[in-house]
């Protein structure tokens, strides 16, 4: 008869990777060591992240890792996380967040069958039950001038600078669910939170699901993404602001939650802050191949309230944002644009007229109206909308297999 013997042990300790040389915070390690029929013991740690990082972490497979709290990868680190790894989030709200610093990576390389996860660590994981990932870099911003930074909204890390090229490490096949923990009116996380971050950062085959804010929201920067899944954001799909000018490509949205909000919101600086650049630029992202899916033309059921029949709107450019849209698939919604601005401070309608934004190959479907003019600049639907019904979109069967989730 074979003998089973299981022996579970808590330690607590300081943080592996010398931690006594850093200010991290105490991790709780519960090591299970299992000898079965006289196979040799498998270790088994479940480790508590909390804290600053001041030393590079490197993550294990064989380890389960929860994080406790806000993490913060501090200027000069590199926190490398393998294909296949699942980190789970206390339920916490807006107080666990992963954070990578200005001058920090973040190295999180997934595969199609293999990605890496955020989420919950709730039995009954909800949007919003932990705050999100955040990067913070070193490329421009436009709501500060010359080499002077920012300061985030999360965690109020410093963020922006003049390196266009700044690199912040890769994301590849990365999924974030039951993000966007609120921490008060004015501060709040999303899925993922792209601060100052520059083009040198690789990030590709993406996914927020299930989020309470944004999906993914641009503090400027000139980071590019392709291949972009957002289900269910209860907020903006996508938004940007504070002078974003990078590139964005193969973008499915899903509107499809109990609660949400637009699937884009454009800013063309942050009107909270000013446009305080000089020279003065813009958020002026160029987006390829993008398919929006929301709840029908006349749906009056809009981020939790009740809006009137057709106003349900896709996209709302705003404070001058220029942008090129290229490739384009609207369906189901009341309104496709939205514009706003004004003759003053907020040219959104000069941009227009400029040819700074512009949509071109576009298919409308269950539309009700395809742009509304607020701007207080007259221009054509020809100078704004070209090549209507030409519009693909992206091919998302094509790409979403075997690391995406759906409804």
Request: charged share 15%; hydrophobic share 35%; net charge negative.
């Amino acid at each position: 008869m074979k003998t089973k013997l299981f022996l579970s042990i808590t330690v607590l300790s300081a943080l592996f990777m010398s931690c006594a040389e850093d200010d991290t915070s105490d991790i709780i390690i519960n090591t299970t060591i299992n000898n079965s029929g006289g196979q040799g013991p498998t270790n088994t740690e479940t480790i508590l992240l909390s804290g600053s990082y001041t030393s590079d972490l490197s993550l294990d497979n064989a380890n389960t890792y929860v994080l406790n709290g806000p993490v913060i990868m501090e200027s000069g680190t590199t926190l490398t996380i393998p294909a296949g790894m699942t980190i789970r989030a206390s339920a916490n709200g807006s107080d666990v967040y992963l954070a990578i610093a200005q001058g920090a990576q973040i190295i999180a390389n997934g595969t199609q069958n293999a990605p890496i996860v955020f989420t919950s660590a709730s039995e009954n994981p909800k949007a919003g039950d932990w705050g999100g990932l955040i990067l913070l870099g070193k490329a421009p911003v436009n709501s500060v001038s010359g080499t002077a930074t920012s300061t985030s909204e999360i965690a109020g890390l410093p963020y922006g600078g003049t390196d266009i090229a700044d690199n912040s490490g890769s994301l590849r096949y990365v999924r974030v669910q039951y993000s966007g923990g609120s921490a008060d009116g004015q501060s709040e996380n999303n899925g993922f939170s792209f601060y100052g971050v520059g083009n040198g950062t690789v990030v590709e085959y993406v996914q927020m699901y299930e989020g309470k804010d944004d999906g993914f929201e641009f503090f400027g920067g000139t980071v590019n993404l392709d291949f972009v899944s957002i289900i269910n954001a209860q907020d903006d799909s996508l938004d940007w602001t504070e002078g974003w000018s990078g590139t964005m490509s193969n973008v499915y949205i899903e509107h499809n939650g109990v609660a949400w909000d637009k699937a884009i919101e454009a800013d063309g600086y942050n009107t909270d802050i000013g446009n305080n650049s000089n020279p003065l630029t813009w958020s002026s992202p160029t987006v390829n191949n993008i398919t929006i899916n929301g709840k029908g033309s006349a749906n009056t059921i809009q981020d939790g309230t009740s809006v009137s029949a057709g106003s349900y709107e896709a996209v709302r450019l705003r404070a001058g944002t220029q942008g090129i849209f290229n490739n384009m698939v609207i369906n189901g919604f009341g309104e496709a644009f939205d514009l706003d601005g004004d003759t003053g401070a907020n040219p959104t309608g000069t941009q227009v007229s400029n040819g700074f934004l512009k949509v071109n190959d576009i298919t409308f479907n269950d539309v009700t109206t395809k742009f509304k003019n607020d701007t207080g600049v007259a221009f054509t639907e020809g100078e704004f909308i070209t090549g209507d019904g030409n519009g693909t979109g992206t091919d998302y069967n094509s790409w979403r297999t075997g690391w995406t989730l759906s409804n």
